[in-house]
């Protein structure tokens, strides 16, 4: 970046400050092209590509106040949307680990201790809910997969359906549960607690 970049990049950050919005407007032109490549690099996703430079402007508008005091604008850009990526990684394995625990937990758990009972049937009734709200196909495969114990190659020559369509049905299925199931907040804090993390 040349010396006459830098400054206009500051200059613009200073006038965002000062709640500039055709500042913030030229930023963001000059800018979400090269943030959107960036972003897909390190989420192989279109979609969460698009979500996290939004979510990038949001931010900096939100933190505006503080714009001035940045030295380099553009290692400021990519570094927020580098740090919005690592939380979403974070947050999707955690979501996902979640959900597996939980389906493996309660369809395998046996003799638990009459305290925690209450607290196993709690996540059940809910888990069972989020299952009974997806559409036929996807509840069916998910409950050969998890309730039946069928492998992906069993579920396919059972519905005479291929083994890629019974995965992508499974994605789907646990993607819809697991988005059910982070709308209760209660759900994740028990769980927890359920598994012995606190």
């Known amino acids: 970046m040349s010396n006459i970049d830098l400054h206009s990049d500051r200059e613009l950050f200073r006038r965002i ?3 500039d919005m055709q500042a913030f407007s030229t930023l963001f032109q000059i800018y979400s092209k090269a943030l959107y490549w960036h972003a897909l690099k390190l989420m192989h996703s279109e979609f969460w590509a698009e979500e996290l430079v939004q979510d990038a402007f949001v931010q900096l508008w939100m933190k505006r106040s503080s714009l001035s005091d940045i030295e ?13 990526a690592l939380d979403r990684i974070r947050r999707h394995e955690l979501e996902i680990k979640m959900q597996y625990v939980a389906a493996n937990a309660l ?10 009972q209450d607290g196993w ?7 069972n809910t989020a299952v009974e ?14 309730k039946e114990g ?11 359906i291929s083994k890629h369509t019974v995965r992508n049905h499974m994605a ?4 819809d549960i697991r988005s059910f199931l982070l709308e209760h907040r209660d759900f994740l804090l028990l769980l927890l607690y359920m ?3 606190f």
């Open 107 to 116: 369809h395998n758990v046996t003799g638990e201790a009459p305290g925690k």
């Open 172 to 175: 789907k299925a646990l993607e």
């Open 150 to 160: 069928y492998s992906y190659e069993e579920i396919a020559e059972k519905l005479s």
């Open 17 to 19: 400050a000062q709640s």
């Open 72 to 84: 380099n604008p553009s290692a400021y850009l990519f570094r927020i949307v580098a740090n919005k």
């Open 195 to 197: 598994i012995g993390y």
């Open 133 to 146: 709200r997806l559409p036929d196909q996807r509840k069916r495969i998910y409950q050969l997969k998890y």
């Open 121 to 127: 049937d709690s996540i059940k009734e809910l888990l």
